[in-house]
């Protein structure tokens, strides 16, 4: 991506000086302190996160808070990218929930234990085969969209806390109560660093909303209000399923979607927490951590996950930098569960709302908004549709359909660019300069150049500002070389590879050689060889 980053710009807007890249080698006291803080400062924030997205899923919040601390904990330790926070997510809960509400209850979960040990051993096996690379082929558009479309997401999601116990919208004083706590939070995570960065801000937004609260007693929600977060170590179980093929043919398809939308969020998470911390690469790694920890969670009563780009941003801006923050985070989150339980429930949501609506600030490219007027518009249109799709359906759709139609347009672009300059030769000959990329795209377009029927008896196509690309570009030489055939006419290929004069099985003989061939390999090599064009 160019530079400044999404997130650079993110961290400079917050006047966060933690925020700059540090050498993560040396482990001071200092570095370990504000880690740590970091670490809890997001554990803070998993906890209504996991419960709300456990509520999601038709499943006990325990099951949320049990994935939250597992797969933070696998993923802290051997992820990819030091920095990235992962835990039970919105996106895989909605898909979650019909598989569980197929069943009675109790049922349902066990099945959906299984579905996360598929899912984990799927994750695995795309790592293994380090198929993560792929998520570079991601365009910048779709990126922009994506941040933006996440981060509308989390802000909707966000909108829930704003609701009393019976489902109806809060009003009056208790509204402007809970707007101002808000407020409150954010104010201070917005001015704190500019007095001091000895305390993460949006730690210190939370310690400040909750003291106000509790010293004047304010009468707002609080986590308590959401479920009781106490409960025992996550033990080991096997799923109580039966373990058919029936059994597979209900979790396959709910397995293979879970495992592309959480490897679809954790790599897309990766390489914007990796635009700030100035690290590249990991994504092979990244998939096989994803998959390890989903599979190790449904072996121990939780839910699965992903990377939570909220989250990893929360833990960036706080300055987590190595993979202590995300350890700390995961320690405490369990530390919460067993002991701490009664204390964090105190904690007034407002305030871990205003913390979310400042990743939501910090998230969204606003600069995407200033340059739809200027970029062109098939990348206005990808940035605006991905950002729609994300908030309407899911991550995994939006960049699928953002990829697909950012491919469509190169190609269609590309397909435009063949042409050919035609000129005669003193000796009568007609030669057509072929210009373009030829692939699939451009050969219609480029079988419509020729006019056999009223080109003199020598035609010469030259190749030497084109390239070939694929079959569909093979199979257009042979037809217009069986067109001039056809009518008697000779015709000439230049500067074709020799791969093409290989590949090319009627035409290959009216290739004339000469010493500035280029040199380059053909997409089509394999069809070919397998018969594709009724080669040998």
């Not at 966060?16 to 993560?24: F, G, H, I, N, Y």
Request: hydrophobic share 55%; charged share 10%; aromatic share 8%.
């Amino acid at each position: 991506m160019s530079s400044p980053s999404l997130l650079a710009r993110f961290a400079n807007r917050f006047d966060a000086p933690d925020l700059r890249v540090a050498p993560t080698s040396s482990l001071s006291a200092g570095v370990i302190r504000v880690e740590v803080l970091a670490g809890l400062t997001v554990a803070l924030a998993l906890v209504p996160e996991a419960v709300a997205f456990a509520f999601v899923a038709k499943v006990d919040p325990l099951v949320g808070l049990y994935a939250a601390f597992i797969v933070g904990l696998v993923t802290a330790l051997i992820g990819g990218r030091p920095g990235m926070i992962s835990g039970a997510t919105g996106a895989l809960a909605v898909v979650m929930v019909s598989l569980v509400t197929q069943f009675p209850e109790g049922v349902g979960v066990q099945y959906l234990f299984l579905t996360v040990v598929l899912m984990g051993i799927i994750q695995i096996f795309v790592g293994i085969m380090r198929w993560g690379k792929f998520i570079r082929l991601v365009p910048h558009p779709v990126m922009l969209g994506f941040v933006n479309g996440l981060a509308i997401v989390i802000g909707k999601a966000q909108l829930d806390f704003f609701r009393t116990a019976d489902g109806a919208w809060m009003t009056g004083m208790e509204l402007v109560l809970v707007l101002a706590l808000v407020a409150l939070t954010m104010a201070v995570i917005w001015g704190l660093p500019k007095l001091t960065n000895a305390i993460p801000a949006p730690l210190a937004g939370i310690a400040v909303t909750a003291v106000v609260v509790l010293v004047f007693g304010l009468p707002v929600p609080n986590v308590g209000d959401l479920a009781s977060i106490s409960g025992g170590l996550p033990q080991f179980a096997l799923p109580d399923v039966p373990l058919n093929l029936e059994t597979l043919r209900i979790i396959a398809p709910y397995a293979l979607i879970l495992a592309a939308i959480g490897l679809i969020e954790s790599l897309l998470t990766l390489n914007l927490v990796g635009e700030i911390t100035g690290q590249r690469g990991g994504a092979s790694q990244e998939c096989i951590a994803q998959g390890a920890a989903n599979t190790v969670t449904g072996f121990f009563g939780g839910m699965g996950g992903c990377a939570m780009i909220g989250q990893s941003m929360i833990n960036v801006k706080s300055g987590g930098r190595t993979r202590i923050s995300g350890l700390a985070a995961a320690l405490f989150l369990l530390l919460f569960i067993l002991v701490a339980s009664p204390l964090i429930e105190q904690i007034p949501l407002a305030a871990l709302v205003g913390v979310m609506f400042m990743v939501v600030i910090g998230t969204f490219a606003w600069n995407s908004i200033r340059i739809l007027f200027r970029v062109p518009k098939i990348d206005a249109a990808v940035i605006i549709l991905v950002t729609a799709v994300t908030v309407r359906f899911d991550l995994a759709i939006a960049v699928v359909v953002g990829v697909i139609v950012s491919a469509l347009a190169y190609a269609w672009q590309n397909a435009t660019r063949i042409h050919a300059r035609a000129h005669s030769t003193p000796e009568g000959a007609k030669v057509y300069a072929v210009q373009g990329p030829l692939f699939f795209g451009s050969a219609t377009g480029f079988v419509e150049l020729f006019d056999p029927a009223n080109d003199p008896s020598l035609v010469i196509v030259d190749f030497a500002d084109s390239r070939v690309a694929d079959q569909s570009a093979l199979q257009a030489i042979e037809a217009v070389a069986a067109k001039y055939e056809a009518a008697g006419k000779q015709i000439q290929l230049r500067h074709l590879t020799r791969d093409c004069h290989r590949l090319l099985t009627k035409a290959g003989h009216l290739i004339v050689d000469s010493d500035d061939d280029p040199d380059y390999a053909v997409a089509a090599n394999y069809g070919v060889r397998t018969g594709i064009l009724g080669g040998h």
